[in-house]
């Protein structure tokens, strides 16, 4: 046995895909080939979802019928809604979706693995419900009516329609559409990579993706984008900003929503959410957070882009959907219902050529140790 040890991982090969590429010495992200840039500006999530999912981007026919199929799944079953309505109002609404996408199993019973019409069955009906799931717990902790799917609407615009109780304006809606697309896939991160390794066990893919939901509610992945606006508002103004991140990296703390594992440049997805943030806020007025934000990051670059730790997506992804009126605590749900596409395709391509993860350890700790006695032990 080699006795390599790489915390962390890093610089480990732990698969095969062909979904998603993550160059992060030239900053570029690619969904089965094409880059993340172009989607963005072509492509709707569920065209994504499609690509991810399928192999390939669909044609208007595939389209229709893979969009029927995603709206045929977006109403919950009535116990689900009931399951969410006795969770504390105070639970993480990240809690709430794990516990909503474990649910589905008993819903839509425990499907086998190796069976593979079931499993494109619960692709379809994850990519569908976690919007729903998300937006009626959102509602049920406000003490407000759960708002029924609209199936004239696209997932994203439906996902703002079921969350805020009206329909929301195109251009929010096409913002938010370009927010999932821009988040649908990232490789072999944590999150993707647990719920390939709890499929790699022959776990249901409900399991599967509540534990890759449980994975990315952590600060050091998804739920930096949280944190970025908590720390943000502790910064009284932009003038501030280069002492705060100078304190900030003489103590040792770290910067949320800088640095990557992968990045060594700016993430791609950085660069785009900056550019729709400034957009949105020449349009519909700025936010003194978006200077402090800016000012951070011109400072950084002198500071730590020598180390290779830039703006990942997590930076103004908390900005733009501030603006769009979203909840701080719904940032990383968001990125679930819309990652969950990456997640389900790896989960996918796992089965394909399935063989369980178990790595090793170095173990350091006693050997041949004797019991002594119950009633002996001080
Ligand atoms: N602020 C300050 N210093 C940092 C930061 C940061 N955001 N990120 C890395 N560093 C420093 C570390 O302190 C460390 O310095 P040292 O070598 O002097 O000890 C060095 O860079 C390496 O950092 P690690 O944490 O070991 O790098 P790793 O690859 O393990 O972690 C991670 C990557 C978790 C993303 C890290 O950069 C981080 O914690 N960033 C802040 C949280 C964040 O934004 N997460 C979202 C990532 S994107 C996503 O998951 C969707």
């Not at 009516?145 to 109780?165: E, I, K, Q, R, Y």
Request: proline residues 6%; contains cysteine.
């Amino acid at each position: 046995m080699s006795e390599q040890y790489s915390p962390g991982l890093a610089g480990v090969i732990a698969g095969k895909s062909t979904i998603g590429l993550v160059n992060g010495t030239d900053g570029i992200l690619l969904y089965r080939g094409y880059p993340v840039e172009e989607l963005a500006e072509h492509c709707t999530f569920e065209e994504v979802a499609h690509l991810l999912l399928v192999g390939h981007l669909p044609t208007q026919a595939e389209l229709t019928a893979f969009d029927a199929e995603l709206k045929a799944r977006r109403v919950l079953p009535a116990g689900l809604i009931e399951i969410l309505r006795n969770l504390p109002t105070t639970t993480h609404p990240m809690a709430a979706l794990q516990v909503g996408t474990a649910a589905l199993s008993g819903f839509f019973p425990a499907l086998d693995a190796g069976d593979k019409k079931g499993n494109w069955e619960g692709t379809l009906r994850l990519t569908a419900s976690l919007p729903t799931i998300v937006a009626a717990f959102h509602r049920i902790r406000q003490g407000k009516p759960v708002v029924a799917p609209d199936t004239s609407l696209g997932l994203a615009a439906d996902f703002l329609s079921m969350l805020n109780g009206e329909k929301p304006d195109a251009k929010s809606s096409r913002l938010f559409d370009v927010c999932l697309v821009l988040h649908a896939e990232h490789g072999f991160n944590a999150s993707t990579f647990t719920g390939r390794v709890v499929g790699s066990s022959l776990a249901d893919i409900f399991a599967s993706m509540a534990a890759a939901v449980g994975s990315l509610s952590g600060p050091l992945h998804g739920g930096a984008n949280e944190e970025v606006l908590t720390q943000l508002n502790t910064i009284s103004s932009a003038a501030e900003a280069p002492a705060w991140l100078d304190h900030m990296i003489e103590t040792k703390q770290k910067i949320m929503g800088l640095g990557h594992r992968v990045y060594k440049v700016k993430d791609p997805r950085a660069d785009i959410l900056q550019r729709m943030a400034s957009d949105l806020f020449s349009s519909h007025g700025s936010t003194p957070l978006y200077d402090i934000a800016h000012a951070i990051e011109d400072h950084a670059k002198v500071k730590l882009g020598p180390k290779g730790i830039w703006p990942n997506v997590d930076f103004y992804s908390g900005l733009v959907y501030q603006k769009l009126g979203l909840t701080v605590d719904l940032f990383t749900p968001i990125f679930a219902i819309a990652r969950i596409a990456g997640w389900s395709a790896h989960w996918l391509e796992q089965m394909q050529d399935n063989r369980i993860f178990r790595p090793d350890c170095i173990y350091s700790g006693p050997h041949g140790v004797k019991v002594t006695p119950l009633d002996e032990r001080g």
